[in-house]
């Protein structure tokens, strides 16, 4: 059987999400260096993408994504250093808010309906 | 300055998730004994509360929400015993994240651009 997963939505300000998706999005611009390539394998769009970093690189004191220029590839994107924080944070805030609610959430499971199969 | 806040949405089962909204709408039943009352308070229509009621109901061993009939509002709803261990067990959930995920929102926090008002 499948383990229960929580997933969080930081408020960080009334216009300041951090969810799931957003940190996907930066998680696969660190991983394919790309924003193109990242918004693909979500199965979003990339002015969808662009949109959110966009919103994301306004609300922090320093851009999360900057666009490399040149190279092999002629224009890549990239994580900064605030961005690395900010992956990083929400993953740390998720692993830790995961353990903590584990033995509840356990708890919550055993009233559900036994599977058929 | 506002405080930062998480939310949290718990799959407890690939076909069963439990999340803000669907928790707001138990609570709004406890307090009113009305679905159609929790329902407006929300901005819903009973239609789709109806359906986010019968979801949870089929999921879990005991429906969480019955219909009480007669009476002199002539049929609201109530929370059954499972319905309130629910609706409890996802705000203690959400308590204990929220306090341990605190530490890390904060550091999260201090990365915002600082407000111009």
Redesign the interface.
Known sequence: M?E???????????D?L?GPGKVALLEGIRETGSISAASRRMGMSYKRAWYLIETLN?????PLVEKSKGGKAGGGARLTA?GD??LD??R??EA??????AS??E???T????RED
Chains 1, 2 share one sequence.
Request: charge should be positive.
């Open positions: 499948d229960a997963r929580i997933s969080l939505r930081i408020e960080l300000r009334a300041t951090l306004a609300a922090f004191r320093e605030t924080a900010v944070g929400y740390r805030t830790s808010a995961a353990k903590a609610a509840e959430v708890r919550l499971s009233l559900l309906k036994p």
